[in-house]
């Protein structure tokens, strides 16, 4: 295959081998022999590399490792607030009012010469002040725990609390110093523990983890030492 260029042609821009001239080869043209617009000479014209095709991934596990990259929570190993069983005492104690004083509301109290009838309004009363008590406990034992809030990551600790004015503490796990994972009888037949956790930077302890899963308390117990 062989052309003759006297006209310039959009192409690829080449150059002459014998005298030096550059001129334009139509891309269709490329690796065969052409001429000279110069010299007149003919030449063997220069190969262009194919691109390669791009391989598209898979859409399964590559798109969900590219998911859990670009996740907020890609580090995230453990979130929580502390658990419901380290108020149990809480809850207990508000059943047993709010049933007591349903019951204290709803019955019947006979009248007679020990409770005349100016003083029965007193027992339904008694009862509406148990199932209030009972409510306030629930609150309570509810604000307690919606306070705290944790993230165990796997490079740093948060921890905050309070509700309406936020105080946040964040370490980096491996600027944990101590690691004090703390668990009653209770705490341990619930499989809950306690942790306090300082770092060289405090003489005591920085960060309190209340009431969150045994098993994640012995994960990042293994994960300090490791």
């Known amino acids: 295959m062989t052309a003759d260029f006297r006209q310039p042609n959009v192409g690829k821009f080449i150059f002459c081998p014998h005298c030096g001239t550059q001129f334009q080869v139509p891309e269709a043209l490329m690796?065969?022999?052409?001429?000279?617009?110069?010299?007149?000479?003919?030449?063997?014209?220069?190969?262009?590399?194919?691109?390669?095709?791009?391989?598209?991934?898979?859409?399964?596990?590559d798109h969900e490792e590219i998911q859990h990259e670009i996740s907020p929570s890609s580090e995230e190993t453990w979130s929580g607030?502390?658990?419901?069983?380290?108020?149990?005492?809480l809850y207990v104690l508000f059943a047993f009012l709010t049933t007591a004083g349903i019951l204290l509301t709803v019955w019947k109290v006979p009248t007679g010469r020990i409770l005349t009838d100016e003083i029965v309004w007193v027992v339904p009363a008694f009862g509406a002040i148990l199932i209030t008590l009972g409510i306030l406990t629930l609150f309570t034992a509810e604000i307690r725990r919606l306070q705290k809030y944790y993230v165990i990551g796997e490079k740093e600790i948060a921890a905050s609390e309070g509700l309406l004015n936020i105080q946040l503490n964040r370490i980096l796990i491996r600027d944990i110093r101590s690691l004090n994972l703390r668990a009653r009888l209770w705490d341990r037949i619930v499989g809950i523990c306690d942790i306090d956790i300082g770092t060289a930077g405090t003489s005591g302890v920085e960060i309190q983890l209340m009431a969150i899963p045994r098993k994640v308390g012995e994960r990042l117990h293994r994960t300090r030492n490791s």
Do not use: D, L, N
Not at 34 to 54: E, K, L, M, S
Not at 81 to 87: F, G, H, I, K, V
């Open 31 to 61: 690796g065969g022999i052409v001429y000279c617009v110069a010299c007149g000479h003919r030449f063997q014209t220069p190969v262009i590399p194919v691109a390669p095709i791009p391989e598209i991934p898979a859409t399964s596990s």
């Open 81 to 89: 607030r502390p658990s419901r069983w380290r108020q149990v005492k």
